[in-house]
């Protein structure tokens, strides 16, 4: 018999109510002979209010590398619980099931806490369980190092953990149950036109997922595609019964239709950092993105064009808004050593990206986005690109107008 995974995100566990909804789910699709894995998330507010705990046993004075082991105990809690709700719940309805944690499950990661990478599974007895018609609910989000400690994956980790333990059990497919029932061509709390997509590729939704759309966090595409794991996004708010067609993430040959845009993307945690005159030798860019890396500073957009002066160039990069201060701060401090003249940040700026396959072998799809843009006097601020993406960085006001704009301009819009 085929193996499959199921998980439940935290609003979809979110009291006993939605958990009775999820077990009535599971209950339904091991009627029809599946055997199953369920990864669950903690119950939603769960986690931060651990994360709250854990901070204010801590105080302020203690230092990372004796704080985060224990950080990850506290949090990795709030998945133990659902699991072992879900399987009482399963339970009551008369079937066979059980807990399972990150240490009991043996999925290995490194010690990197608080945002820790899986490297593996140990033998552990879960195939064999599933195989004898064991359900096994998964507390996601968690794993174990080669020390024994409990170590987590990081914010949206339990997606990572449920497309990791679909690849250890050689499952047929991955499904992530949440709270919209797929994957959409933009938001639609924002375009009301948008559109459900029946499948995307793996390289559409790992552009998306890194560009701003949270349905799925983009480790888990990372995993995914790595490993070539069917995922589907489907409903956990719809009754078994009720047609849950979802959105089925999959390889590329397997989409016969191939939109020349799939979706438009945006992110409003943006900020600019603009360095004016920096001197134009090599190392220096290697010094400045170095310096930042080690301050934990994600970059995004990178642009440098030769400025007025002799030997001199302007730079251009963009990082998340919350990091734009701890860039500030590095730069500044290491201003006599790259020689630049002036440092700017602009923190009201949206990032806005088209995505599509089908952008390999079109032309024109530049010239639509800027024209679009420039209709609506949209300005565009830096573009970075890539085989399948234009991204632009835009003043942020201008971020629905912009959406919308395109969303249409591509023909995404519902007839």
Known sequence: MARTVLKFGGTSVGDLDRIANVADIVASRAAL???????????????????????GAAGDGLARENFDDEYDVVVASGEQVTAGLLALALRRRGLKARSWLGWQLRMKTDGDHSRARILGFDNSGLPESVDRGEIAVIAGFQGVTDDDRVATLGRGGSDTSAVAVAAALNATVCDIYTDVDGVYTTDPRMVPKAQRIAKISYEEMLEMASLGAKVLQTRSVELAMNHNVPVRVLSSFLKPGVPNPGTLVCSEEEIVEKQVVSGVAYSRDEAKVTLYGVADKPGVSAKIFSALAHAGVNVDMIVQANARGPE??????????????????????????????????????????????????????????????????INIDVISTSEIKISVLIAAPYTELAVRALHTAFGLDAV
Do not use: W
């Open 33 to 55: 002979g599946e055997h199953m894995a369920v990864v669950v998330s903690a119950m939603a507010g769960e986690t931060n209010k651990l994360v709250a705990y854990a901070e």
């Open 312 to 377: 001199r160039a302007n730079m251009v990069f963009t990082c998340t808004d919350r990091d734009s201060p701890i860039a500030k701060e590095t730069l500044e401090n290491m201003a006599a050593d790259i020689g630049y003249q002036q440092l700017e940040v602009t923190r009201d700026v949206s990032k806005i990206s088209i995505i599509g396959v089908g952008m390999k072998s079109h032309t024109g799809v530049a010239e639509t986005m800027f024209t679009a843009l420039y209709e609506k006097g």
